[in-house]
């Protein structure tokens, strides 16, 4: 038998807490609907899941992808959906790309733009300068986009690095071996692309040098294998906040750091899920947050394997609950 056909069931026989609603309507506040084609039956499905908002990323800069996205999801559905604008990083070597990637982000906000978005392709692991370069977040030329952010009173969510164990040999090693033998694409080891610790302090240059502007770093801050990282980064920068975006499965193996992070910093972590909501991701992202259940998937293995280990329930109060569900993403994308 292959590993990747071995589904083995647990013989334990603890607490199980089915979820489908969460506890409070929730602001999903990291997802990319691009692929989405009808906009009210997401609406019902996010009725059924107890959503109240979705913060959509995929509003591309190319052929007015941000209007598109912004008259079908927001346009259509206004209390329900925040979309964020992105912007060209191919005008990188270009003398007017601050200017136009400032005005560019200004039109969006006045269209209804809800925040700027950067992901990996763009920043540190992909897009690269006319002189070979990759470009990290920390480029200068990218000031100005910060500033028009901060100016037009929209945060930043930016994707930076991806999980520690893709920038190590894909060998018997790895805690996401198969994951990474079914996407070699996936490993940046000996890739020619930046380290993990490159991207991060990268990252934190960047957060250090703009304090005038808010960033969400996705995936709780790069770094969701070491939590007292990510608390050392928000002491330090107060303009810092993260999301749980497809990372329960890194906070649920660590419950305890996990409930003590969540519950510390409870003022800056954003509910997402990277994902269109279904009952499966819905129901064990609330049931991560919402339970005591102890030893239960993060997923289906058919969805994503990202390593073959079980999580935990944090059971966090509800107040916590508030301001991570909902609060803290009602204040920084859905802002008056």
């Not at 040999?169 to 692309?193: I, K, Q």
Request: glycine share 6%; proline share 5%.
């Amino acid at each position: 038998m292959n590993l990747q056909d071995w589904r083995p069931v647990s013989q334990l026989k603890v607490k199980e807490t089915p979820l489908t609603r969460a506890k409070i309507p929730v602001i999903d506040a990291h997802c990319h609907l691009r692929g989405v084609k009808d906009a009210g039956k997401l609406v019902a499905a996010m009725d059924e899941f107890n959503i109240r908002a979705i913060v959509h990323l995929d509003g591309v800069y190319k052929d007015g992808g941000f209007y598109r996205e912004q008259a079908k999801f927001a346009g259509a559905y206004p209390d329900r959906f925040a979309v964020l604008c992105q912007i060209d990083i191919a005008q990188i070597d270009d003398p007017e790309f601050g200017r136009k990637m400032s005005a560019h982000i200004t039109a969006c906000v006045n269209s209804g733009a809800r925040g700027v978005k950067l992901h990996k392709s763009m920043v540190g692991l992909h897009a690269k300068d006319a002189a070979g370069n990759f470009v990290m977040p920390d480029d200068p030329r990218l000031a100005a986009v910060w500033d028009a952010a901060a100016k037009n009173n929209v945060p930043v969510l930016i994707h930076i690095a991806d999980p520690a164990a893709f920038f190590l040999p894909t060998d018997e090693y790895n805690e996401r071996f198969e994951e990474l033998h079914e996407h070699p694409n996936w490993s940046y080891y000996n890739a020619g692309t930046p380290g993990f610790e490159a991207l991060l302090a990268a990252q934190e240059r960047m957060l250090k040098a703009n304090p005038q502007t808010d960033y969400v770093v996705a995936h709780v801050g790069s770094h969701a294998e070491d939590l007292a990282d990510v608390a050392r980064m928000l002491d330090l920068y107060p303009n810092m906040y993260v999301d749980t975006a497809e990372r329960i499965h890194e906070l649920g193996r660590q419950p305890y750091t996990a409930r003590d992070f969540l519950i510390k910093y409870a003022d800056r972590v954003l509910y997402g899920t990277d994902l269109v909501p279904n009952a499966h991701n819905t129901g064990y992202n609330y049931r991560f947050f919402e339970t005591r259940d102890e030893y239960f998937p993060y997923n289906r293995l058919e969805e994503h394997n990202q390593g073959r280990w079980m999580i935990y329930g944090v059971y966090l109060p509800d107040e916590v609950l508030q301001k991570i569900y909902v609060n803290n993403a009602e204040r920084l994308y859905f802002r008056k």
